[in-house]
Each structure stands twice: as structure tokens, then as C-alpha cells.
């Protein structure tokens, strides 16, 4: 769709196509809910039947409104918010009048939800490099000095995205937590604000100056978290901010974007094309090669949580150990046993939307239960067990040390003669 050059796998439309049809989803294949509605049968219907469900959900926000039946009405214009975010990103295209529309309906029934809101919601404007990051602040009632969480969404996301603004964990914890739209997402999407190699981070460390001049905010107490390709940018931004006390991440994305962009759904690589706006693939794999952790996890000193599934297509585990290890500071590894990419709603966490975990070990890093030398690696068991309070994983992530068998071949396997090479 739009103005980019033709790219290798845009042939594979046709499967994509089927894909949505019989999945219900644009990535993510291994799980089996329905993201998109099932009337649409093709990737050019997503935008529009999902505005069609989302105007259904407004009218019926209106009308609780009208009722003075605040409460149902956020819950619906946060539904309705949730199905425009997802529309709008189906469009990958400068100046397109259904992305702007669409986009613009996302803000506006976030304004009700931040109207409606139990505790307080703000939308911010945050300058950065000749322009404005918009951000969205959530604070506990009251509005108290607390600590306070920096949200990097993921690449699909938006600063209104899922974590859950009517319930929102880090604020339950007597947090605040700033999301925003960083290069290439959301509203800097719209003004056309590129993600550039290393521009993320440094809207992150833009947004930490904001926060600073907060009356809400401890500046001695301000972490991170992020979720997807946010794992990857708030691990750069750790680097290389050391105001940053903690840094949670989450859906691994620490590792070569070669599976991302080049074995998983087509989608990613052209919707990245277009945040990073590029338009020549070949000057795309080059800027991709370029987005590894390598250099950066050894000067992340502040307590540090990785979680990546066990079989994520997107950031394969082999990838994500090197960086777990290179990670300089107190740090945790989190495999979450049996999964892919999203750990949310899955049992390995109960069925909870999992970021109050998240949440909870940044408070316990705030609070200084991570002490240098802190090095633990958990599996968290998708039946039984105690969930992420799983006791630490003794030996690698391989069957022989995942089952306790021991390693190596066997006499059987060695036979009389041992091994020998295919020239001996």
C-alpha cells in the first residue's frame, strides 16, 4: 500500500491475505484469538470494518453518556480507542485522508477516557529536535510526588495502546507512567516525525527532561519499561541515560532484527519502512543490520529485566542470551515457558494481562532489592507452578539441562568405534 517501492516479499500478499482471512490476525500466527473482525477477508478491508465496529461501540458510548452512565462510557470509548489504534495502523501512508481520520478518532475518544477517568490523565506536549513528542500521563489520585515509569510502546502500538488506562497497573502501584509516541509512532507518526537509528532514545531522554520539571515527579526514582520494539529502544536509551533507575522489558526484540523483518509476517518490515521512511529496501536491510544491542548492554548498569518467550519467531532465544549476558548491571532473565512473542493473558501468568508483574519488579528495583551482582534466570512454567515466583533455572535452556538428562552422546551413540569425521 502507498508510496514505497515495491519490496522482495510484497508478493506474498496474496498469503498475508489468506492469512487474515482464516486467522483473524496481520502477525503473531502463533496465537489463536481473533484480532480482526471475521468479516474481513482481505488486508485492504481491515481499516474499514474495524471503523465500522468502532463507530458501533461510540454510538453506544453516547448513549450511556447521554444516560449519565459515565462509567460504562469510558470503558466503551476505550474499546472504541483500542479498534481505531489498530485501524489507523493498517495504513501505511503519508497525507492518506482514512489514516488522519482514523487517527484523529483514536485521540478523540481517548479524550473521553482521560474525561472519565478515576485517576488523572493528561496529554502532553513534549519538545524534541524543532517539533513535539506527545506523550500521555497517567499519575495516582491525588496527584502525589511518585516515582515514575517511561512506557516505550512497541512498533504496532500507540501511547494509548493496552496498557490497560482504566486500570493501569503502574498507577495502581502509586506510579505515574508517561507513554509516548516516539519517532515513527502514533501522533509522530502524523507529523511525520522518522524513527532514525538513534533518535528514539533520545526522545526518551527528552521526555525524562520533561518529567524533571514535574511537580508529580520524583526525578531520583524515574525507571523504564517497554514492550516489543520498545524492548529494544529502552535498552539503547538505558545505555546511555543513567537517570534511568531500572529498565522492565518485554516480547524481546534484543537481538538481530533479521527474523522480524526478513521470516515473520511482511507487514513488520513494511510498516517499519515507513516509520524509519525509507522507501529502498536495500537502504532499509542496511539501516536494519545496524539495529543490535551489542555495543549497548554493557553499559546498562541499572537494574535490568528482560522477558522474552520461549519460541518467540520474532527474537529467537539464541539471539537474546548473548545480549542478557553482555548486560552489565543487576539483572533478571525471564523465558516464559511454551510461548511466542505477546506474554499477555497467558497462563504462565495466571491469564493476567501480565505488565503488573512488570510494575512489581520495578518497584522492588526502585526500592533497591537489586543489588550489584544480582544475576537470576527463571522458566516460567506455562502449567502448573508458581508463575514468575518460580525458583531460578538451573543450567542453559536446552532440553538435556531443561529435563535434567545429562549431556553428551551416550556409549551407544559412541559405539565401539567413537566418533569419526565423514573424511576418516
Known sequence: MGKQTERRRDNQQWMLDWIVKTTGRVQNFAYDNRVIPPEVKSYEQIHRTIDRHARHVVSIAEAAEEHGHVETARELYWVA???YREAQHAIFEDDNPEKIYLHGMLLKCFDKVMQYADHPIERVEIPFEGNFIQGILHMPPGRPKAPTVLFFPGMDMTKEAFVDALNHPFVARGMNCLHIDGPGQGTSNIRKIRVTLDN????????????????????????????????????RMAADDKRLKAVATAAACYGPKTAIFEKASPRFKQVFMYMAGIHDEDEFDEFASKMVLDSHAPRITCPTLQVTGEYDPLAPLDTVLPIYEKVAGPKELWVVEDDFHAPRHRPNFGGLDFYGFLADWIRDALAGKYKAGHKKEILIPAHGGPGPYVAPHQGGFLLPEKVGAEPGLSEAQLGPAGIRSDSA
Request: aromatic letters at 12%; glycine letters at 10%; a negative charge.
Open 81 to 83: 480507542s483500542e479498534h
Open 200 to 235: 528514539y532514545e533520545r526522545a526518551g531522554s527528552a521526555a525524562i527532561d520533561f518529567l524533571e520539571k514535574r511537580p508529580e515527579v520524583d526525578a531520583e526514582q524515574i525507571a523504564l519499561s517497554g514492550f516489543s520494539m520498545g524492548s529494544y529502544w529502552g535498552m
